[in-house]
């Protein structure tokens, strides 16, 4: 199927043929046939590289009206908002913050592009222009099996169709175990398929050969040298960092680039070391090209001079670069660029890289399989790794995409190709039931007047994926429960006719999207500061009351500095608004000290090169922390005015921030 033959616009039809688009992949065509161009609901579960993005454009331009693109990572939705901000004739509108507006601007755009989290709190805030889209397009939907996204992510498509029960959804995933239970869900015709425009070869290395999924093996001459620094300690990590570097080396040679996953930031900085000695150069057709990458090295310190910026900068002369969440957004985009326009040759990354970013390379070679979470280590699940695999193989650039495992010896490979090669992917499952998110979504559907009973919150919880793929859901308990919580708290009262309705706090709470846990931790916290002394509320009093919170990241508070951050709670105790003594988690409560310690330096005037050197955090972290706290800060300022309580330090410390 020729694109011309599309119901597209001519101008539609000359710009894809700009950029070599003039023929349908298989699954694009799929999806033609299941209705994606005449307004019908779709859910394609297709492979990386498949043409999804190209499936969405169809849908939104075709559509008879606005179309909302929706998108789990801010990184990818400015990507795809130049994608559709380059169609001709296209006003495309791009929305990732502000979580306390309506984001009114977004009305008249043909395409806008949001996180699910901001088409959540928009809703909440009154926006109108959700009524009159004619479509959306939901991409990496299975992450409706996320603990962290999919709760709200299922909520806000329920909330959209009931709004707009006309709306075309048309859902981008990638292979999962059941896109059928999907596709239910959202009465959409299923297109499902494995074809790619690249072969793709997965395998397993162990003992200096890899076995592929295609019956050969391919020996692998390893070159030990002896251990690096951080694996001398164990011989068998350090086998596999030398043979992820044999690997690495060998996709270079051939003129091809190469992604290697790790488990950890500290693993991809070490692993890009390793991989520096190399001196890859870029990732064009010629290996050795250094002006490519000392252009890449330029622009990496012209986006920061921070000690990591410049180790990255350093390793991008030499081809190499580690991408991971510490690196500041400059450098991580930076980064991704470079490894697209073939400026460099290899990536070591943490599996972060793999939800979404369009960074495919010749070969992808996954190092660590095992993660650490705090409480020991645990396997990756098969969709994550499945996804770094989907990485390997450039259309138009590769003959083939080949994906590598490493084993620490035989029996391993035979674990792994057990466990990753030959299984399927995790079924998604609903997180909804969580007491967490049911207690976020019950206050939200009752401060919008959605629902005013427990009845109305059932009512409205029924048209989620959790509901539909529930013979009986039996929500009632725990709605019960949430809404009995939310009473206690202050964020929902009895109304006069004998439902429930949101207090001026909760609703409050709702409109600034924080989760009910933070709200009341916030107002606990604005309490007491109208019983403190008023010279003893600061800067630091304001950030201690949003940082000690469950929607501020935590900081990562180390042995040799727990000393530290205790002698400064106690130097400066008169102006936090928790006792050491009163504390329920200790360490929690360190490690929001520590952040807002941060934070106070960093109005006061140190910079990101100071903060990071003392406190051991990446610019990455200070960047997130920052933004954090400015939205925080700004729900703390709106609690304060709903409960009578002045706290000038607030707006002081926003305002500096």
Known sequence: MRVADLPLAPEYVDHFAGEGIEELYPPQVAAVEAGVCDGDNVVAAVPTASGKTFVAELALLTADGPGLYVCPLRALAREKYEEFDALPGVEAGISTGDYDSAASDLAGNDVIVATSEKVDSAIRNGAEWVDDLACVVVDEVHLLGSPRRGPTLEVTLATLRRRTPDVQIVALSATVDNPADIADWLDAELVESTWRPVDLRVGVHAEGTVRFDDGTDRSLPVDGDGPTADHAANPADDADTEATAALVAGAVDDGGQALAFVASRREAEALADRLAEERFGGGGDAADDASDADGVAADLRDAGGTETGERLAEAAERGVAFHHAGLSSDHRATVERAFRERRLAVICATPTLAAGVNVPARRVVVRDQRRYTGEGTEWLPVL?????????????????GEAVLVADDADEREELWDRYVTADPERVESKLRDPAALRTHTLALVATGIAGSQAGVLDALGGTFYASRTSNPNLGGVVGDAIASLIDDGLLAPAPDGGIEATPVGSQVSRQYVTPDTGVRIVDGLRT?????????????????????????????????RADIYQFARSRSAELTTGMTDAEDFEGWLESVKTARVLTEWVDGASVEELVETYRIGPGDLESRIERAEWLLGAADALAEEIGVELPAIGSARSRL
């Open 384 to 400: 994550e790794v499945h996804q770094m695999c989907g990485r390997a193989g450039r259309p138009h650039l590769d003959p083939y």
């Open 529 to 561: 500061v109208a019983g403190m002394d008023p010279d003893d509320v600061t800067e630091l009093t304001a950030f201690e009351i949003v940082c000690d919170t469950p929607d501020m990241d935590d900081t990562y508070l180390g042995n040799a500095e």
